[in-house]
């Protein structure tokens, strides 16, 4: 049901897209849906922060605890700023249109289901504690999927895909139309986030392989920052989740 109280449109919801340790509810919300900030749903886990209740302003909200298991947007989901997952126990998102943001970036225990298509500028995932699916097309610049992570999209991935050399997308039933084959990673990305020649990685060695500087890369995004070459800058998460 949406937060008018109308009913959503039929959806298939995978297996235990919706089962998240601690919490029993869902927290629908109506839709088209538009965001102002950075959601962070790891914030939904620490502080029981609900942006809808926050926002919304509106009378059913009042007295709901911002701990839920998932949100239900009864269509389009437009995010000013950033969507991050970066630890574990965070709620489900599930978009029954669009979803928007400047970048997305899971890499905790997410859950997250589009029957659109998804559209950012930067999309990043690891771990295979995940169940991440996109009916429609992953727009992104740049998206890096690592530790054997890969999302199910039913369209196709619109831009660059950076995974480890063993995976086969087209294996995987990923088809990718990249639209600057040619261009290197120094062309789509800031050089802040990248290694140069001669450069040791320090501790930073997660994608070092790659040449990239992963930890620099989520410091930029949870401050607001841009990776990519004339991205946008938009709201910084107000405080990082505690160190497991």
Known sequence: MGGDGHSVRATRLPAGVLRQPGRGRV??????????????????????????????????YEGIDGAVSGYVIDGDLHVDGNILNLDHGSPSLIVLGDLKAANLVLTGTSRLLVQGDIEVETFLGNST?????????????????????????????????????????????????????????????????????????????????????????IDRLVRGLPVMRGGRTVTPLEELPPKQ
């Open 129 to 217: 504690d995940q169940h991440v699916e996109v009916l429609g097309d992953l727009r992104a610049a740049l998206a890096i999927m690592w530790d054997e992570f890969l999302p199910e999209v039913g369209g196709r991935l619109r831009g660059r895909a950076l995974v480890p050399d063993h995976v086969d997308l087209d294996g995987h039933g990923l088809a990718v139309e990249d639209p600057a084959p040619h261009a290197g990673l120094a062309d789509l990305l800031v050089p802040e986030v990248l290694l140069a020649d001669g450069d040791t990685p320090g501790e930073d060695l997660y994608l070092a392989d790659t040449g990239l500087r992963y930890e620099h890369m």
């Open 27 to 60: 927290h629908p919300a109506p839709g088209p849906s538009a965001l102002p900030g950075s959601l962070w749903l790891d914030d939904h886990q620490y502080r029981h922060q609900n942006p809808w209740i926050k926002a919304g302003g509106r009378p059913e």
